[in-house]
């Protein structure tokens, strides 16, 4: 079965080749897409070179606008699981086989790779971070019943209907734990493994603590938007 790894990277240059190369050492031929962001330096041509297919936006429209680029590639070319891998390094794509099999085998429509439910530790982002976490770990069991370890985990794999509603609507910033919320509100069947993650190599996040307290205020409002939405707005669920 076809499977696409959607690779978001912003001026990854320093990451990319390496995320890249690691997707194609994987058994089961997972194709790697890099959806370059309006990047200012040379991750297209670092992925490129690597052997990924590029999509280069012709500006940066931020994490959720590459990712539903990616989305939307994969709905168009018929793949069967698209996974998303992090382009700084982040994501240990040894985990990614994991993540993939109960999508393959029919037992989820989403699974999400879960750094808290790993026994072996790996990197777990800073205390702020996981206070944020787990204020939204709280808000998505109550609005939704499904209780998730890690919502903001962007290491997550999707099969063929959700590739088809994340290629026609996805969130825009910030948007792990929104996608979510609009899976559990079309009655997507939604499930954790435990995974590692790693500190990046190179560069630095995009959300810094400057941005934290902004990222709640506006991921926890939108979230609630979507709660008084028509779930019609999403697509169809098919």
């Not at 190369?21 to 990047?39: F, H, K, T």
């Not at 606008?65 to 996974?83: C, I, K, L």
């Not at 240990?92 to 879960?114: K, T, Y």
């Not at 205390?127 to 903001?152: E, K, N, W, Y």
Request: proline share 5%; net charge positive.
């Amino acid at each position: 079965m076809k499977v696409i790894a959607i690779i978001p990277a912003y001026n990854e240059a320093g990451n990319i080749a390496r995320v890249v190369r690691e997707v194609l050492a994987l058994p089961g031929a997972v194709v790697p897409l890099v959806i370059n962001d309006g990047s200012l330096d040379d991750t297209a041509e670092c992925a490129r070179s690597a052997g990924a297919r590029v999509i280069s936006l012709p500006f940066n429209l931020g994490i959720g606008g590459a990712v539903q680029a990616g989305y939307r590639y994969a709905a168009e070319h018929d793949f069967a699981v698209a996974v998303q891998v992090d382009g700084d390094g982040q994501h240990d794509v040894n985990f990614l086989v994991a993540i993939i099999q109960p999508v393959l085998e029919g037992q989820a429509d989403m699974v999400i790779g879960s750094r808290f439910l790993s026994q072996s530790g790996g990197f777990r982002s800073s205390f702020s971070r996981r206070m944020g976490i787990a204020f939204f770990r709280v808000l998505i069991r109550v609005l939704t019943g499904f209780a998730a370890s890690d919502p903001t985990s962007g290491f997550r794999a999707c099969g063929r209907k959700l590739i088809k509603v994340y290629g026609g609507y996805y969130p825009v910033d910030f948007p792990e734990p929104e996608a979510i919320v609009v899976a559990r509100r079309l009655g997507a069947r939604l499930m954790e493994v435990p995974v590692e993650m790693r500190a990046r190599l190179a560069g630095k996040s995009s959300i810094g603590r400057l941005k934290s307290p902004y990222y709640m205020i506006k991921v926890t409002a939108a979230i609630l938007l979507h709660m008084l939405k028509d779930r019609k707005v999403y697509g169809t669920w098919e």
